[in-house]
């Protein structure tokens, strides 16, 4: 009887963390969604109401003004132009040090990137800057350029740990059958890394197409390389106390990369779990 007492006392427990962590997620997300529904006159009734009818003239609004499809682009082809890069050199440079690990010079490399994870952004933010303005790269390719370089650090993190995790004897193989190395890579490693490659795929591109600080930083001095975020951090001043625009706005940002994660989560979780128990 206490077991049974226990069991259910924990299992109540858990729901309730469970539900009071999935109202934190929930509650912003909707509240952003019914202000967007909205017209100005039922927001200032009250805030937090539920909108009277599905309102879109908000949405229309927002896509007509503003040079809103520029904006898209810009997040579009950055985002886009990044994960290009990163899922080609990624898995390709992480193959070389897996597999030379043994030699001081891709023992030191190795060490020399993961060593980039510990120096936070704000360390390195104004000297960045400045280098960037000097090398005139205040722009799509110059912040290209840093978005491949944050992710291809812990890109490598993650996949010269899943390489260590594949058996040398499957690649011995390869060179039995008289494989070459590009053969080995393409035709043996590249389809094993399909898993932890759209893992780091995934998550660099919801980190690069929701990311405000090197936008802001790098893309601010002309309103023709701002990409949604920046659209959207401007948006106050250029459109007063609308708020039910601004939350509109909002929406548009978060529904492509949501419905991206929504068709995309299972590669994350397949990929972390099958790195865990390869053999």
């Known amino acids: 009887m206490n077991m049974n007492i226990r069991l259910n006392g924990q299992k109540t427990l858990r729901f309730l963390f469970l539900l009071i962590g999935v109202s934190m997620i929930l509650f912003p997300l909707a509240v952003t969604l019914f202000t967007a529904m909205k017209t ?28 809103y499809w520029t904006y898209v682009m810009n997040s579009v082809i950055i985002t886009g132009v990044s994960v290009l890069i990163i899922l080609i050199i990624v898995p390709l440079v992480s193959y070389s040090i897996s597999r030379n690990i043994h030699k001081r010079f891709y023992r030191w490399l190795y060490v020399a990137i993961i060593g980039g994870m510990f120096v936070p952004f704000q360390v390195i933010m104004l000297p960045l800057v400045k280098q960037m303005s000097a090398l005139h790269l205040m722009n799509q390719t110059g912040i290209i350029i840093l978005y491949v370089t944050f ?14 995790s594949i058996p040398l004897e499957i690649e011995e193989a390869g060179v039995m059958d008289g494989c070459s190395i590009w053969q080995i890579f393409f035709r043996i490693v590249w389809p094993l890394l399909k898993p932890i490659t759209f893992t780091i795929v995934i998550i660099k591109a919801l980190w690069i197409w929701n990311d405000f600080l090197l936008p802001l930083i790098i893309l601010n001095k002309s309103s023709e390389y701002w990409t949604l975020q920046l659209f959207q951090y401007n948006f106050k001043s250029q459109y007063s106390f609308d708020y039910n625009l601004a939350f509109a706005s909002y929406v548009l ?12 989560q299972r590669y994350i979780v397949s990929g972390l779990t099958d790195g865990a128990i390869k053999s």
Do not use: D, H, R
């Open 40 to 67: 100005p006159e039922e927001s200032a009734e009250s805030f937090f109401s539920l909108p009277g009818s599905f309102y879109l003239g908000n949405f229309t609004e927002v896509i007509q003004k503003s040079n």
């Open 253 to 264: 940002s978060m529904l492509p990369i949501m419905i991206m994660y929504m068709f995309t």
């Open 151 to 164: 992710a291809f650090i812990q890109g490598v993190f993650l996949c010269v740990g899943y390489l260590n």
